[in-house]
């Protein structure tokens, strides 16, 4: 079977890591005979300073027409003080907005063999945690009608948050698909004791929880889940909550992991064709030094062998190769202690690719 892959490198570390992942796509396609045609497309800063625009036209059909996107990463100071409009991050809003992406999926996973870069106490940390954010990614406050006005006490701003029955039923949906696959446990998170968008999402989760025989729905309220997060990780499976929510609690949960350069994630629509990235930015810091951690860029390939392509043996290979380095003590600079040896970008993939 041959998939064609749109890439988009981006800024910063952006190419070294989607390089990476791609070496590593050719390296399972070779196991399991799949061809993967990867095309690069412009996006973000070298965008802007290719064509003077951080998504141009031929980015846009170049991903609709392929299977699937990997992206990398976009931004960096040296388009900072261009204007709203022509910043870099622009096009992210842009392109999943094209591709009509409305869920967004990011684990958070604590990796034993790096336990002791989590920041919670020992005895919480031991217990280990393995969560999938379910986060509805095109409704409510960040796309609800906005402004300023007069009011009582001169000009005041208001965002408002608004979901349809449709929109909550579509994001439950893939929240109960992926528990099924799991630990049949989702956690829906509102704010129902003051949010009237939030009972409605409460009472069409439940509708929607009928359908799935076997699997737990348990309801948390925000500021709850925020405590339960750090308190007792290890409690949640799938979570699935509303855009501004889940945008909040993703980031809490990534840092809880304690290493932003190994998660991944993925961001999808009615269609096969989704859209995958790590969850850092381009770390402008470290850019062409070649000691980005190529491990989220990686597991975000993995997450489209399996949600894209239906490659799941192929995808369980490459989170199992990725295990089993870090198992063997095999450390990029950003996971490495203080002082100890780590590896270049290059050399974690090829540990990764010998481990296939
Ligand atoms: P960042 O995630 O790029 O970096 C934060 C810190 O983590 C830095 O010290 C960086 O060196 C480190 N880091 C990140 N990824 C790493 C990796 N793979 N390996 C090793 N270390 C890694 O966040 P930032 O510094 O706030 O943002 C830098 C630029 O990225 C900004 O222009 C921002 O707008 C952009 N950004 C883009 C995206 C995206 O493209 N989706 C997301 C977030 C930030």
């Given at each position: 079977m041959n998939y064609n892959i749109a890439l988009l490198r981006g800024d910063g570390i952006g190419p070294e890591i989607v390089d990476s992942a791609v070496r590593v796509l050719h390296a399972i396609g070779q196991k399991?005979?799949?061809?993967f045609t990867c095309t690069p497309y412009l996006i973000g800063g070298a965008a802007i300073d290719a064509?003077?625009?951080?998504?141009?036209?031929?980015t846009v059909e170049g991903c609709l027409k392929s299977d699937s996107v990997l992206l990398?990463?976009?931004g960096g100071p040296k388009w900072d003080s261009l204007p709203g409009n022509l910043r870099p991050e622009k096009a992210l809003l842009g392109i999943r907005a094209a591709l009509g992406l409305f869920t967004n999926l990011r684990p958070a996973r604590l990796y034993p063999a790096l336990k002791d870069a989590c920041p919670l106490r020992e005895s919480v940390a031991s217990s280990g945690f393995d969560i999938m954010i379910v986060r509805e990614l095109t409704g409510g406050i960040y796309f609800g009608d906005r402004g300023y006005r007069e009011g009582k006490y001169g000009e005041e701003a208001y965002d408002t948050e608004c979901y349809s029955r449709f929109e909550i039923e579509r994001i439950a949906r893939v929240a109960f698909e992926t528990a099924k696959k799991r630990g049949s446990k989702v956690t829906s998170i509102d704010k129902?004791?003051?949010?009237?968008?939030?009972?409605?999402?409460?009472?069409?989760?439940?509708?929607?929880a009928k359908e799935f025989d076997g699997v737990e729905c348990v309801d948390m309220l925000v500021d709850n889940a925020a405590m339960q997060l750090v308190k007792n990780p290890a409690q949640f499976d799938v979570i699935v909550t509303s855009n501004m929510f889940g945008d909040i609690l993703s980031d809490e949960a990534s840092q809880i992991t304690g290493s932003i350069g190994m998660l991944p994630s993925a961001s999808l629509n009615e269609t096969s064709r989704g859209l995958y990235e790590p969850i850092h930015?381009?770390?402008?810091?470290?850019?062409?030094?070649g000691i980005a951690n190529p491990i989220a860029t990686i597991l975000s390939a993995a997450m489209m062998l399996r949600h894209s392509f239906s490659l799941a043996a192929e995808a369980d290979d490459i989170e199992n190769a990725v295990d089993s380095a870090l198992n063997a003590g095999l450390r990029t600079a950003d996971i490495a202690e203080r002082g100890a040896d780590y590896l270049s970008t290059s050399q974690m993939t090829d540990e990764i690719i010998k481990r296939l």
């Open positions: 399991y005979g799949h061809s064509v003077g625009e951080p998504l141009p036209k031929e990398g990463a976009v129902a004791n003051v949010l009237e968008t939030s009972r409605l999402w409460r009472r069409t989760v439940h509708e929607v930015g381009s770390a402008p810091d470290i850019a062409g030094k």
